[in-house]
Nanobody, 125 residues
Framework: QVQLVESGGGLVQAGGSLRLSCAAS????????MGWFRQAPGKERELVAR????????YYVDSVKGRFIISREKVKNTLYLQMNSVRPEDTAVYYC??????????????????WGQGTQVTVSS
């Protein structure tokens, strides 16, 4: 059974930095993609960034390009999201998610079967 546990959320001032972590367990993640999603109140859950577990190839949504960095530490089975130059509009619950690579682009929440419980990130102006 895949388990994903996020940590590292909190309150940060605009322009500051925060690092989220996601501890993954329950299987090996070869051929998997891991992603960070976020959901603000009243909005749909959106993909922020995703990474190919084996090769480290990354994808970012335009609004975070140049500010956020997704990475993984295979030995520790841990996924990270380094958030820099944060903005009030980055305020949301951030979720870690996992999906096996296949035919889909893995850009939507529906394509990910495994989810963490979420961690709140609040950016003050």
């Amino acid at each position: 059974q895949v388990q994903l546990v996020e940590s590292g959320g909190g309150l940060v001032q605009a322009g500051g930095s925060l690092r989220l972590s996601c501890a993954a367990s329950g299987r090996t993640f070869s051929r998997y993609y891991m992603g960070w999603f976020r959901q603000a109140p009243g909005k749909e859950r959106e993909l922020v960034a995703r990474i190919n577990w084996d090769h480290g190839n990354t994808y970012y949504v335009d609004s975070v390009k140049g500010r956020f960095i997704i990475s993984r530490e295979k030995v520790k089975n841990t996924l990270y999201l380094q958030m820099n130059s944060v903005r009030p509009e980055d305020t949301a619950v951030y979720y870690c998610a996992a999906a096996q690579g296949g035919a889909g682009l893995l850009l939507t929440s529906k394509e990910y079967p495994y989810w963490g419980q979420g961690t709140q990130v609040t950016v003050s102006s």
